[in-house]
Nanobody, 124 residues
Framework: QVQLVESGGGLVQAGGSLRLSCAASGNIFRINVMGWYRQAPGKQRELVATTTSFGTTNYADSVKGRFTISRDNAMNTIYLQMDSLKPEDTAVYYC??????????????????WGQGTQVTVSS
C-alpha cells in the first residue's frame, strides 16, 4: 500500500505565507514526479507545481515567483512554500506522486497516487 499524507493547510490573510508538506510512504521502489494540484469550488483541478527526482521544477504561471516547491528524496517528501498569498489561491490542495512500487518494477511504469487534500483559505 502507498499513502500520501498532506499537512500544513489553514487560514491566512492575503499577503501571508503557508507551507504545505506531503510525505509518501509504503511499498515504494522509486518516485518519479511529485507535485501539487489545487481545486477551487466550481473549478477544475489545476496544476500548481511539480518536481522530478532530479530536481527539475515546473510552476503554473499564476504562482511563479510566489510559490516554491522542494523535495527531500531520502524522506519521500515534498514541500510547497507559499508566499504572498492571494484570495484566488483559496482551494483544496492535493499532493500527487508518480510512484513505482516494487510490484511494478518489471512493468517499468509508475502509478498515479493522490493525497486526501488540505484546505488553504486566503482571506482578503
Amino acid at each position: 500500500q502507498v499513502q500520501l499524507v498532506e499537512s500544513g493547510g489553514g487560514l491566512v490573510q492575503a499577503g501571508g505565507s503557508l507551507r504545505l508538506s506531503c510525505a509518501a510512504s509504503g511499498n515504494i521502489f522509486r518516485i518519479n514526479v511529485m507535485g501539487w494540484y489545487r481545486q477551487a469550488p466550481g473549478k477544475q483541478r489545476e496544476l500548481v507545481a511539480t518536481t522530478t527526482s532530479f530536481g527539475t521544477t515546473n510552476y503554473a504561471d499564476s504562482v511563479k515567483g510566489r510559490f516554491t516547491i522542494s523535495r527531500d528524496n531520502a524522506m519521500n517528501t515534498i514541500y510547497l512554500q507559499m508566499d504572498s498569498l492571494k484570495p484566488e489561491d483559496t482551494a483544496v490542495y492535493y499532493c500527487y506522486a508518480d510512484i513505482i512500487r516494487y510490484a511494478d518494477i518489471t512493468r517499468g511504469a509508475g502509478i498515479d497516487f493522490w493525497g486526501q487534500g488540505t484546505q488553504v483559505t486566503v482571506s482578503s
